[in-house]
Structures are given as structure tokens and as C-alpha cells.
């Protein structure tokens, strides 16, 4: 019977509340827009740990450069904090990356309803 949940997961889990929390109260970085975390990924080891993130609305590259700049210079005081919060023996180092995968769905949902649309304004042949 496999694990149903393992002590990473758990741990990647944690990471993801408690820094998102610690993003949105304590970061004071005016680089810093309006974060989400879609999910963390905590190496076996717990040494590292890859941050995903997105921005609301339309980001520019240029916007997300400096987002995960900002983020990458708070690291040390994120990895503070989270010993703090989360008592863990060793606080994995932290690696931010943005995560495309809601820009994609956006990108594919609009295509798929330009098609219906278009579908619609086609009308049918009837078959003979």
C-alpha cells in the first residue's frame, strides 16, 4: 500500500500557505505586484525548494523579471521567517519561477471559443 501522502508533500503544502502570507503582509517590495503561488515543490531532501507564481492580469515579461528579482532578494528573509513559522530543522533554499500554465489556459481558452464562435456564424450544408 503506497503512502498517501508524503512528509514533502506535506512540508511543500505548509511552505505554500505560509509564504504566501508572508508575501502579502510582510514583503514591503514596491516591485512586488499582486503574487499568487500556484504550488511549491520541496526536493526529497528538503534542501531546495521551486516556488511557481503568477501575476493578475496581463504581466509584461518586463513585470516579471522584476516580480521574481524582488522575490529572489526577499529569499533570505522568506527562509527567516519560515524556520520561524514552520519549525523546521533546516529551511530549504528558495527558488522562484513563474508559472506559465495559466497564461496557456487563458491563451487556449479564448481559442477554443473563437472557434465555436466562427462554427457558429457558419451555418451547416445540409447532406444530400
Do not use: C, W
Not at 16 to 31: G, T
Not at 51 to 58: H, I, N, P, S
Amino acid at each position: 500500500m503506497a503512502k498517501e501522502y508524503s512528509r514533502t508533500q506535506r512540508v511543500a503544502d505548509q511552505m505554500q500557505r505560509e509564504l504566501a502570507q508572508l508575501i502579502h503582509r510582510d514583503v514591503r517590495d514596491p516591485r512586488i505586484g499582486m503574487v499568487t503561488l500556484t504550488a511549491v515543490e520541496v526536493s526529497r531532501d528538503l534542501a531546495h525548494a521551486k516556488v511557481y507564481l503568477t501575476l493578475m492580469g496581463e504581466a509584461t515579461e518586463e513585470e516579471i523579471a522584476q516580480n521574481l528579482s524582488a522575490l529572489k532578494d526577499a529569499a533570505g528573509f522568506l527562509r527567516v521567517q519560515l524556520g520561524r513559522s514552520m519549525k523546521l530543522r533546516s529551511v530549504p533554499q528558495l527558488h522562484f519561477h513563474y508559472d506559465e500554465s495559466v497564461r496557456r489556459g487563458v491563451h487556449l481558452s479564448s481559442l477554443i471559443e473563437r472557434a465555436v464562435e466562427e462554427d457558429r456564424q457558419h451555418p451547416r450544408e445540409s447532406e444530400e
